[in-house]
């Protein structure tokens, strides 16, 4: 049988046979077959073998570990630091550096969540260089750094990052949210929030939120954003988050105990379509496990109570130019007084979308384009509004 399927398996004869030789043996090429298969396993089958492994270390073998370090793995990455701490203390120190200065990628990114178990004091002299790979392109160094200077309490790279927040180029903004976000800056988020608002990157922004503070725990301390990031949520399935975010973020359980307001009516219609979109069409779903797949069904089964109408009656409340949700509930605007009232706007993208709106639903003319111009300084947009 395949060395990998009895590491994986539910066989102790044979997952422990096999993680046993893995590291006595310091089986280079099974642990580099098990790292492609990351993508292939469940995180609790992945977190038992890390498990296994870990027990199959002891004080004779464990250096062996180090000839795995070239094999990058976010699902081992943890288990192998600690392993080696914890049976070297700081000795291996020195020779972790060595890798943090000189070696390839995967080392320098195992080196620093070796990091993450060193005190500060013992740290400080790589602070500087820390903060450059947080910025790396190789995303679990840069995870990685941005952990350890978390954990440093380091507030130079935190102040960095919150100053780009202000930045007019919107790709600075979003990776100094990601930063903060592996911070674990959680005093940031009302920061984070306001540049989620008015970032095209919008989707992006909210689906990283949740890994700063659980959706349950954003709508318990301000409901009106914690609607807002899953309205963003919604938005992104599946051209930007794979539907198998609905289990990652708990989002029956949300659904099934959300307060009906305004705002929240806006999030529920939005989500009617989506789910039933996703429940219509195989191909959305199709390389989905089976738990994702049934998890959907059940949140579009549960949408389905609510009935649009009274779903109307509340979105409509939203229709206003400060209104954070009024870019959602005017997809569902029937009338067309309605949108006309918001032709008047001063917020130029609002009124383009607007008139999207009307063009789709066949209201659109002349003199509501005459009407929206009159309030549009943007070339661009103009330009826009001309041809539509």
């Given at each position: 049988?395949?060395?990998?399927?009895?590491?994986?398996?539910?066989?102790?004869?044979?997952?422990?046979?096999?993680?046993?030789?893995?590291?006595?043996?310091?089986?280079?090429?099974?642990?580099?077959?098990?790292?492609?298969?990351?993508?292939?396993?469940?995180?609790?089958?992945?977190?038992?073998?890390?498990?296994?492994?870990?027990?199959?270390?002891?004080?004779?073998?464990?250096?062996?570990?180090?000839?795995?370090?070239?094999?990058?793995?976010?699902?081992?990455?943890?288990?192998?630091?600690?392993?080696?701490?914890?049976?070297?203390?700081?000795?291996?120190?020195?020779?972790?550096?060595?890798?943090f200065l000189n070696g390839v990628?995967?080392?320098?990114?195992?080196?620093?969540?070796?990091?993450?178990?060193?005190?500060?004091?013992?740290?400080?002299?790589?602070?500087?260089?820390?903060?450059?790979?947080?910025?790396?392109?190789?995303?679990?160094?840069?995870?990685?750094?941005?952990?350890?200077?978390?954990?440093?309490?380091?507030?130079?790279?935190?102040?960095?990052?919150?100053?780009?927040?202000?930045?007019?180029?919107?790709?600075?903004?979003?990776?100094?949210?990601?930063?903060?976000?592996?911070?674990?800056?959680?005093?940031?988020?009302?920061?984070?929030?306001?540049?989620?608002?008015?970032?095209?990157?919008?989707?992006?922004?909210?689906?990283?939120?949740?890994?700063?503070?659980?959706?349950?725990?954003?709508?318990?301390?301000?409901?009106?954003?914690?609607?807002?990031?899953?309205?963003?949520?919604?938005?992104?399935?599946?051209?930007?988050?794979?539907?198998s975010c609905v289990c990652d973020?708990?989002?029956?359980?949300?659904?099934?105990?959300?307060?009906?307001?305004?705002?929240?009516?806006?999030?529920?219609?939005?989500?009617?379509?989506?789910?039933?979109?996703?429940?219509?069409?195989?191909?959305?779903?199709?390389?989905?496990?089976?738990?994702?797949?049934?998890?959907?069904?059940?949140?579009?089964?549960?949408?389905?109570?609510?009935?649009?109408?009274?779903?109307?009656?509340?979105?409509?409340?939203?229709?206003?130019?400060?209104?954070?949700?009024?870019?959602?509930?005017?997809?569902?605007?029937?009338?067309?007084?309605?949108?006309?009232?918001?032709?008047?706007?001063?917020?130029?993208?609002?009124?383009?979308?607007?008139?999207?709106?009307?063009?789709?639903?066949?209201?659109?003319?002349?003199?509501?384009?005459?009407?929206?111009?009159?309030?549009?300084?943007?070339l661009d947009i103009r330009n826009?509004?001309?041809?539509?």
């Amino acid at each position: 049988m395949d060395l990998i399927k009895k590491l994986t398996g539910k066989n102790p004869s044979e997952y422990e046979a096999v993680a046993k030789s893995l590291v006595d043996n310091s089986d280079v090429e099974l642990f580099a077959k098990l790292v492609k298969q990351d993508d292939f396993l469940f995180d609790f089958i992945k977190d038992n073998v890390a498990k296994r492994i870990q027990n199959a270390c002891n004080k004779e073998n464990y250096l062996h570990l180090m000839s795995f370090l070239k094999n990058y793995s976010p699902s081992y990455d943890t288990m192998i630091a600690r392993v080696l701490y914890s049976y070297s203390g700081d000795e291996l120190l020195p020779e972790m550096k060595e890798f943090f200065l000189n070696g390839v990628d995967s080392e320098k990114a195992y080196a620093v969540k070796y990091f993450s178990f060193v005190s500060k004091e013992k740290l400080t002299e790589i602070l500087p260089l820390l903060r450059r790979t947080a910025k790396s392109s190789y995303e679990p160094l840069s995870i990685n750094s941005i952990e350890v200077l978390s954990l440093l309490k380091d507030e130079e790279s935190k102040k960095e990052a919150l100053d780009l927040l202000k930045s007019d180029d919107e790709f600075e903004q979003y990776n100094a949210i990601k930063f903060l976000v592996n911070y674990q800056a959680k005093d940031c988020l009302n920061e984070i929030v306001e540049v989620m608002k008015n970032s095209s990157f919008s989707e992006n922004i909210a689906s990283e939120i949740p890994y700063l503070i659980s959706i349950e725990e954003l709508l318990e301390t301000d409901y009106e954003s914690g609607i807002l990031v899953l309205c963003n949520i919604i938005n992104a399935i599946p051209e930007i988050l794979s539907p198998s975010c609905v289990c990652d973020y708990g989002l029956y359980e949300i659904f099934a105990n959300m307060e009906l307001t305004s705002s929240s009516a806006t999030l529920i219609r939005l989500a009617k379509d989506k789910f039933e979109e996703l429940t219509s069409n195989d191909e959305y779903l199709f390389d989905c496990d089976k738990n994702t797949k049934d998890e959907v069904k059940e949140i579009n089964n549960l949408l389905k109570k609510y009935n649009s109408q009274q779903l109307k009656s509340l979105f409509y409340d939203e229709l206003f130019d400060e209104s954070d949700f009024v870019f959602f509930a005017i997809d569902y605007v029937d009338e067309k007084e309605e949108l006309e009232e918001l032709l008047d706007s001063q917020n130029q993208t609002l009124v383009l979308k607007v008139l999207t709106v009307m063009k789709e639903k066949g209201m659109l003319n002349q003199q509501h384009k005459d009407i929206a111009l009159k309030n549009i300084s943007s070339l661009d947009i103009r330009n826009v509004v001309e041809v539509l």
